[in-house]
Nanobody, 127 residues
Framework: QVQLVESGGGLVQVGASSTLSCAVS????????MGWFRQAPGNQREFVAG????????YYTHTVKGRFFLSKDNAKNTLLLRMITVKSEDTAVYYC????????????????????WGQGTQVTVSS
C-alpha cells in the first residue's frame, strides 16, 4: 500500500519561495505518476501540477505555470514542489497524490485518476 506524507507547508510571505515535499513509502516513485492538488476554504480540490512516472512529462495549471516546479528525487523516493513568487491566492491545503504508471505514461489532472492521497499540508501566504 502506497503511503504519502507531505511536509514543508507553513506561513510564507507574498513573493517569497517555499518547497513542499511528498515522501513516498510502500511504492517506488519511478513507477508512479504523481500530482499536487490544493483546496482553499469553500472551494473544490483543484489540480496544481503533475508529473508522469518517468519524470519526463509534467503539466501545470495556468495559475502556477512559471512559478511552480515539480521534480522527482528517486533516490529519496520524494516528490518536490518548488514554489516561487507565491501569491495570496496560493493559500490552501496542498495534497500529494499518486497513481500506478499508466500504459501511456501520461500526466492526468483529474482527482478520480489518482489512487493514493496524502493528508495534506497547509500553505498560508501572508502579505
Amino acid at each position: 500500500q502506497v503511503q504519502l506524507v507531505e511536509s514543508g507547508g507553513g506561513l510564507v510571505q507574498v513573493g517569497a519561495s517555499s518547497t513542499l515535499s511528498c515522501a513516498v513509502s510502500g511504492g517506488t516513485l519511478s513507477s508512479l505518476g504523481m500530482g499536487w492538488f490544493r483546496q482553499a476554504p469553500g472551494n473544490q480540490r483543484e489540480f496544481v501540477a503533475g508529473i508522469n512516472a518517468d519524470g519526463d512529462r509534467s503539466y501545470y495549471t495556468h495559475t502556477v505555470k512559471g512559478r511552480f516546479f515539480l521534480s522527482k528525487d528517486n533516490a529519496k523516493n520524494t516528490l518536490l514542489l518548488r514554489m516561487i513568487t507565491v501569491k495570496s491566492e496560493d493559500t490552501a491545503v496542498y495534497y500529494c497524490a499518486a497513481r500506478p504508471r499508466s500504459p501511456s505514461n501520461s500526466v492526468t489532472i483529474e482527482t478520480s485518476t489518482y489512487d493514493y492521497w496524502g493528508q495534506g499540508t497547509q500553505v498560508t501566504v501572508s502579505s
